[in-house]
T-cell receptor
Framework: DVKVTQSSRYLVKRTGEKVFLECVQDMDHENMFWYRQDPGLGLRLIYFSYDVKMKEKGDIPEGYSVSREKKERFSLILESASTNQTSMYLC?????????????FGPGTRLLVL | AQKITQTQPGMFVQEKEAVTLDCTYDTSDPSYGLFWYKQPSSGEMIFLIYQGSYDQQNATEGRYSLNFQKARKSANLVISASQLGDSAMYFCAMNEDTDKLIFGTGTRLQVFP
């Protein structure tokens, strides 16, 4: 069974804090993704990584950075958290070149920035 | 322009009835895939069904079927014999021969007894 885990289910941070969201997958997937989910907006791609140390900006990368030092781990970093980054964050992973296969999602992190 | 459009923010259905959740898409790529996901209140995204643009038949998975009308660019999800546990958010998504998915805004389905 594919497993994608995220470091926290719920997180409360203060404005200006540096925030790390970690995602780990155990299926040797090349691709990893970070999405943000907001009511009425669906899921929007923040960043995508197709290999270790490789990354690509998604639709809403502003205010975020990512790190992928190991294949199984993909971190999302909020350098200076702001209240408009309060949201649900979902990590996903998939194999490269298997576009007919689903991405596998983690349970999500609900982040509240005060 | 929206690539994936889900026009129903919310739907109600009585238990044991069938329900259709609408999804239209916009692409000029001849090769694409369409996915449906379920998201219960707990938050995890559960893959339900996939339809490829070249698939001749509509996809089915148990109580889920995808009504794929290529000319109309629609990929509606049909849930037969609704159950209380079907209450959730449902998302339609598409990829255009890449590994990245584009999601719609979702439909919240409520099943009542």
């Amino acid at each position: 069974d594919v497993k994608v885990t995220q470091s926290s289910r719920y997180l409360v941070k203060r404005t200006g804090e540096k925030v790390f969201l970690e995602c780990v997958q155990d299926m040797d997937h090349e691709n990893m993704f970070w999405y943000r989910q907001d009511p009425g907006l669906g899921l929007r791609l923040i960043y995508f990584s197709y290999d270790v140390k490789m990354k690509e900006k998604g639709d809403i990368p502003e205010g975020y950075s990512v790190s992928r030092e190991k294949k199984e781990r993909f971190s999302l970093i909020l350098e200076s958290a702001s209240t408009n980054q309060t949201s649900m964050y979902l990590c996903a992973s998939s194999y490269t070149g298997r576009s007919k296969e689903t991405q596998y999602f983690g349970p999500g992190t609900r982040l509240l920035v005060l | 322009a929206q690539k994936i459009t889900q026009t129903q923010p919310g739907m109600f259905v009585q238990e044991k009835e069938a329900v259709t959740l609408d999804c239209t898409y916009d692409t000029s790529d001849p090769s694409y895939g369409l996915f449906w996901y379920k998201q219960p209140s707990s938050g995890e995204m559960i893959f339900l069904i996939y339809q490829g643009s070249y698939d001749q038949q509509n996809a089915t998975e148990g109580r889920y079927s995808l009504n794929f009308q290529k000319a109309r660019k629609s990929a509606n999800l049909v849930i037969s014999a609704s159950q209380l546990g079907d209450s959730a958010m449902y998302f339609c998504a598409m990829n255009e021969d890449t590994d990245k998915l584009i999601f719609g805004t979702g439909t919240r389905l409520q099943v009542f007894p």
